[in-house]
Nanobody, 126 residues
Framework: QVQLVESGGGSVQAGGSLRLSCAAS????????MGWFRQAPGKEREGVAT????????YYADSVKGRFTISRDNAKNSVYLQMNSLKPEDTAMYYC???????????????????WGQGTQVTVSS
């Protein structure tokens, strides 16, 4: 079965950058969609970015468009989230997720993603 491990989180000042990594292990040939989600204390988990792997198509939440970029590295079996111009409101636990079942793009429907990482904390100070 597939396992996901996130890394790259940390504490930065507003305007700074971080790059999150999500490494997949195990059988992953059926995974077509992956996504990044985040959850701040007291708030619902929200979608940040998704990627349709076979065609390298991406989709972003309005709040991060122009600042965040999701990408893939097939050789390393990894997906990344480059975060630039970080704001305090970006502070959250960030999770990587994979969908090994859906035919259609799940976008930010959390119920469609059946594999989740444990998360990596991102803290942005003013």
């Amino acid at each position: 079965q597939v396992q996901l491990v996130e890394s790259g989180g940390g504490s930065v000042q507003a305007g700074g950058s971080l790059r999150l990594s999500c490494a997949a292990s195990g059988y992953s040939s059926d995974i077509n969609y992956m996504g990044w989600f985040r959850q701040a204390p007291g708030k619902e988990r929200e979608g940040v970015a998704t990627i349709y792997l076979p065609f390298y198509q991406t989709y972003y939440a309005d709040s991060v468009k122009g600042r965040f970029t999701i990408s893939r590295d097939n050789a390393k079996n990894s997906v990344y989230l480059q975060m630039n111009s970080l704001k305090p409101e970006d502070t959250a636990m960030y999770y990587c997720a994979a969908d090994s079942r859906s035919g259609a793009w799940p976008f930010f429907d959390r119920s469609k993603y059946n594999v989740w990482g444990q998360g990596t904390q991102v803290t942005v100070s003013s």
